[in-house]
C-alpha cells in the first residue's frame, strides 16, 4: 500500500483568478518509488497556528476583537481553522508536484482576515491537515484503493508579503465590508438626501460629525 508524505514548498498569488486565490506548491511522494500512483482524491484542512510567531504591541492591539485583552492570551490564544481545499492529483510514480489552490476571502467579518490584516510583516505560520483516496496498482497490475493516513500533515509559514500583495492586486487601496440590511439602507439614505457622490466620502462625513461631538 502506498506510503504518501507531503511538504509544501512555496506559495504565490494566482493572477486573473474569479477571486483572491493563493497557490501553494505541494510536493506529494510515495515511500516506493517504483510504484505506480493512478491519482489521488486529496483533501486538506488548512488551520492558522497563531501560537508559533511573536507578536509587536501594534498587532496585539488589532487583535483584541479575536483574543480579547493581551494579558489573556495565555489562555485566549489558540490555532483556529482558516479553510479547506481539494485537489485531484495525476498519475506519478516517486514524487510530483502540483499546485494547491486555496481562494480567499476580504470579509472582514471573517477571523482569517481579521488575523491576517492585522499583522504588520513576518510569517504566518500554517498547518496543513491531510485525507483523502489513493488509487493506485499492486504487484498483479490490478486497481487498488486505500486511504491517506489521518496522520499526514505539513507545515508552512506564509509570508504576510505575499497575502498583502494578492489583496493589493485583486483589491487595490480598498477592503469591503460586510453590514446588515437596515443599516446599508440608513447609511444609503444619508447618502442620498446629502447629496454625496461616493460611499468614502459619506462614511468621512458621519466620522468628522462624530469628532465634532466627541470634542
Given at each position: 500500500m502506498p506510503e504518501l508524505s507531503f511538504s509544501v514548498e512555496g506559495a504565490e498569488s494566482v493572477p486573473y483568478a474569479i477571486a483572491p486565490t493563493l497557490g501553494f506548491k505541494l510536493r506529494v511522494a510515495n515511500a516506493n518509488p517504483a510504484e505506480t500512483i493512478h491519482t489521488v482524491a486529496l483533501r486538506c484542512q488548512i488551520q492558522i497556528d497563531v501560537t508559533r510567531r511573536r507578536y509587536t504591541a501594534d498587532e496585539q492591539a488589532r487583535m483584541r476583537d479575536l483574543f480579547g485583552e493581551p494579558e489573556r492570551w495565555s489562555r485566549t490564544l489558540r490555532g483556529f481553522l482558516w479553510t479547506h481545499a481539494s485537489v485531484i492529483v495525476p498519475a506519478f510514480q516517486g514524487s510530483t508536484l502540483i499546485e494547491l489552490l486555496v481562494p480567499c476571502t476580504f470579509d472582514f467579518n471573517v477571523a482569517a482576515t481579521k488575523y491576517f490584516e492585522g499583522l504588520d510583516d513576518g510569517e504566518i505560520p500554517l498547518q496543513f491537515l491531510f485525507s483523502g483516496t489513493v488509487f493506485y496498482t499492486d504487484e498483479s497490475e490490478s486497481l487498488q484503493i486505500a486511504p491517506i493516513s489521518w496522520e499526514q500533515e505539513a507545515k508552512y509559514r506564509l509570508a504576510v508579503k505575499t497575502w498583502r500583495e494578492m489583496m493589493d492586486t485583486?483589491?487595490?487601496?480598498?477592503?469591503?465590508?460586510?453590514?446588515?440590511?437596515?443599516?446599508?439602507?440608513?447609511?444609503?439614505?444619508?447618502?442620498?438626501?446629502?447629496?454625496?457622490?461616493?460611499?468614502?466620502?459619506?462614511?468621512?462625513?458621519?466620522?468628522?460629525s462624530e469628532e465634532a461631538v466627541s470634542r
Open positions: 485583486y483589491y487595490p487601496n480598498a477592503v469591503w465590508l460586510n453590514v446588515r440590511r437596515d443599516v446599508f439602507d440608513r447609511l444609503n439614505a444619508y447618502k442620498t438626501q446629502r447629496g454625496i457622490p461616493t460611499w468614502e466620502q459619506a462614511l468621512e462625513c458621519m466620522l468628522r
